[in-house]
């Protein structure tokens, strides 16, 4: 279902700052429509992380940041920490599929 | 504070019938979209579907492949929504979870997401 690609894994030492991609297409993400992200710490469910590109709802570090440009997206997070080790989704809306489309997942380890 | 509690998965043969709940509580649940997506062991989220609020209607929008085989229904007077789910497969094997969706434009986003609840289809 997923028309949204990012990559399986990505690392970073603590404090350094790493950054997730999110590769859409012309019938989603490059149609305009916005990319949303969300956090999803082991064995737990997802967390509303990043929304309209890049706002942060209450509650979320200002480490984490996003934006968009094109059919594509970027999801950063600077001072990386321990407790940041979680798996990312993007998200969005494929207009072709019809269907509300996720990422396929980035893992995020601090070494 | 939103919360979301799913519960009735379990194990269900193939070709069985299952309903999940998703209660809410903090906010009500008629005028919010709520969304149903899914997880596979070991894999990524599927958006399964939705109903919308009262005030958007109540209609309800299912990813394509699932669409007549899931069914999303809405109690608004127990604060809960439901998916039915019938003719399940072992691909539906998977963690359920219901979201709370955040209307912005002609779309939404998920602001708060229950717990889950684990659908395993075995014999």
């Known amino acids: 279902q997923s028309g949204l690609t990012q990559p399986p894994s990505v690392s970073g030492a603590p404090g350094q700052r790493v950054t997730i991609s999110c590769t859409g297409t012309?019938?989603?993400?490059?149609?305009?429509?916005?990319v949303h992200w969300y956090q999803q710490l082991p064995g737990k469910a997802p967390k509303l992380l990043i929304f309209?590109?890049?706002n942060r709802p209450s509650g979320v570090p200002d480490r984490f940041s996003g934006s968009k440009s094109g059919a594509s997206a970027s999801l950063a997070i600077t001072g990386l920490q321990a407790e940041d080790e979680a798996d990312y989704y993007c998200?969005?809306?494929?207009?072709?599929?019809?269907?509300?489309?996720f990422g396929t997942g980035t893992k995020v380890t601090v070494l | 504070e939103v919360h979301l509690v799913e519960s009735g998965g379990g194990l269900v043969q193939p070709g069985r019938s299952l309903r999940l709940s998703c209660a809410g509580s903090?906010?009500?649940?008629?005028?919010?979209?709520m969304t149903w997506v899914r997880q596979a062991p070991g894999t990524g989220l599927e958006w399964v579907g939705f109903?919308?609020?009262?005030?958007?209607?109540?209609?309800?929008e299912y990813a394509p492949s699932l669409k007549g085989s899931f069914r999303i229904s809405r109690d608004d007077s127990k604060n809960t929504a439901y998916l039915q789910m019938n003719s399940l497969k072992t691909a539906d094997t998977a963690v359920y979870y219901c979201?709370?969706?955040?209307?912005?434009?002609?779309?939404?986003?998920?602001?708060?997401w229950g717990q889950g609840t684990l659908v395993t289809v075995s014999s």
């Open positions: 979201a709370r969706g955040y209307l912005t434009g002609d779309l939404y986003f998920f602001d708060s």
């Open positions: 109903i919308r609020g009262k005030p958007y209607g109540g209609t309800t």
């Open positions: 903090g906010f009500t649940l008629a005028d919010y979209t």
């Open positions: 998200q969005s809306y494929d207009t072709s599929l019809s269907v509300y489309v």
């Open positions: 309209h590109n890049n």
């Open positions: 012309s019938s989603n993400i490059g149609t305009g429509y916005d």
